[in-house]
């Protein structure tokens, strides 16, 4: 069951809300809604297990950011970033592969922060959180069954949360 997005707001505004969805549809619509909300450059980090739910939620915020459905969201595993055409444009990452973090730099980063876009990160922790900047981490815990709780951890004080929700 996917929480009132009333009380998310409020919780957002302290900083720190976590919900729970029991279904792959209910973590892409919780995506959906942070997209639908985003109206400035963003970097969001997504912690989580393999098979949580990181790329589900991704597919969702995409939608919310008005990346057509033509554009089939997938995970950038091998790639390492996909990037979709939105309202402001998404770069996808999955950093499982990063070899050290200096490929942060090569694989572009810097660039994808200067285009002003949203900036989702699969994988944060192979990376140095500071080469990353400002963000609003994320993490998806796997429970029992479908079950998964969303927690939305911190946020860098440059990260406007009321914008949010
Ligand atoms: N509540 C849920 N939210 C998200 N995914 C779920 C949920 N319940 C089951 N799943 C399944 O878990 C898998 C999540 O895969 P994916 O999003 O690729 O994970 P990750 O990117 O974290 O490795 C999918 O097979 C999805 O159908
Ligand atoms: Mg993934």
Known sequence: ?????????????????????NTPEETQEVGRRLGAAINGPLVITLAGDLGSG????????????GVDERYPVTSPTYTIVNEYPGRLPLFHLDLYRLGSC??????????????GGVI??????RADEHELGAHLAIAIAEREGDNRKISFISCDEKVDLPILF
């Open 102 to 115: 200096d490929e942060l730099e090569e694989i572009g980063y810097r660039d994808m922060l200067q285009e």
């Open 1 to 21: 069951m996917i929480s009132d997005f009333s009380s998310l707001s409020r919780l957002l505004v302290d900083g720190r809300v976590a919900l729970e969805t």
């Open 120 to 125: 989702v990160v699969e994988w944060p922790e």
């Open 54 to 65: 990181k790329t589900c939620f991704t597919r969702g915020l995409a939608r919310g950011l």
